[in-house]
């Protein structure tokens, strides 16, 4: 393939694909970030104004380890070495999550199947929001445009203590079986529960009055899910993607891998630096969903090899200008959904 002899071509003077230097320091950065929001609300924060600031400081730092730290290790892309990889994707145990359930969820399923109604969980969010047109529509729909933003910030707190579990009883994810799980599958996963509501509530609550607690937990939950929440929207819920199907009669889709990626994908924000390093470069999910294994530090770089070969060969290529850009297609997106195509129930 073109693209992969260019890319290979690119790291030939770009450096490592994995163990960057750059990555190590940034996660240091976020960790520090982290445990200093922590700490600060732990020992520090005694009145309303500084507990709502740590929660909101503690609640974007959550969701910087999850872009960055988590869903790189997670992908194998942090580094060469696998135990550093598995390190980095338990980060998200420490936050209240599974690294089991979702290396399965996200690498697996998603990667394979993006945008394929019935198969990619990320676009399921049962009754409450439609995101496909093969999904149903409900009367209720019609308002999602504007609830399903602010229901973005109860996700994390729904796989914390219940979708996790959910899965692991059905054995599935969507109509993909998930693996046997291993004993040492089980230590990560019970030690992450346990450990995540002694940090969360049991050490607090030693210290601070029980509203106090719930109060910075929803603060911090909350504004860590609409971060997370809409910026993976971003990329695969928007006017430009597409909602392939597979053939009826083969059950299999019509394009190959690779150009399935493009056109259920669109990068958003690429020149805004700032952004590109707080959501993991999580902006250039084109390159990411082409290139799972190679740390985010490159997308930037791809991003030009990509778009330069698929204007080359006549595939498409999409992408918003802005934050903003990609925010409002969103919007429109949710508000066609819950207007047309199917009959409303």
């Not at 709502?52 to 580094?79: C, E, T």
């Not at 019935?118 to 399921?124: F, K, L, W």
């Not at 994810?173 to 940090?199: C, E, N, Y």
Request: with cysteine; hydrophobic share 45%.
């Amino acid at each position: 393939m073109e693209l992969r002899r260019r890319v290979d071509s690119y790291f030939e003077t770009a450096g490592k694909r994995r163990d960057c230097l750059s990555m190590y320091f940034k996660s240091a950065v976020i960790m520090g970030w982290f445990f200093g929001a922590y700490f600060f609300l732990l020992l520090v924060a005694s009145t309303g104004w500084q507990v709502l600031l740590g929660a909101i400081l503690l609640g974007l730092a959550m969701a910087a380890i999850g872009f960055n730290i988590q869903h790189d290790g997670g992908h194998r892309a942090y580094s060469r070495h696998p135990w550093v990889n598995r390190l980095a994707a338990m980060s998200l145990d420490l936050l209240g999550g599974s690294s089991f359930v979702w290396a399965r969820k996200h690498n697996s399923v998603h990667h394979t199947y993006a945008n394929i109604t019935g198969h990619d969980d990320d676009i399921d969010l049962g009754p409450i929001g439609r995101l496909s047109p093969h999904q149903r529509r409900f009367r209720f729909h019609r308002l999602q445009h504007w609830y399903l933003w602010a229901l973005y910030g109860f996700v994390p707190s729904k796989w914390q203590f219940y979708d996790d579990f959910r899965d692991l009883i059905r054995g599935r994810i969507a109509s993909s079986h998930l693996p046997a799980m291993r004993t040492s599958d089980w230590i990560v996963f019970l030690a992450g529960k346990l450990g995540f509501v002694g940090l969360a509530f049991i050490l607090p609550l030693s210290l601070h009055a029980w509203t106090s607690v719930l109060f910075a937990y929803a603060v911090a939950s909350f504004v860590q899910g609409v971060v997370l929440g809409v910026v993976f929207q971003l990329a695969h819920c928007v006017e430009e993607t597409q909602f392939p199907m597979p053939d009826p009669g083969t059950k299999k889709m019509t394009t190959d891998w690779a150009v399935h990626q493009l056109v259920t994908t669109v990068d958003f924000a690429r020149d805004n630096r700032l952004l590109s390093w707080y959501i993991g470069g999580l902006n250039f999910q084109i390159e990411h969903h082409l290139f799972p294994q190679v740390c985010h530090v490159h997308y930037p770089g791809l991003s030009k090899v990509v778009e330069q070969t698929c204007a080359e060969h006549g595939v498409p290529y999409f992408a918003h200008r802005s934050l903003r850009a990609g925010i409002a297609s969103h919007y429109r997106w949710l508000r066609r959904m819950g207007r047309e195509d199917s009959p409303a129930i």
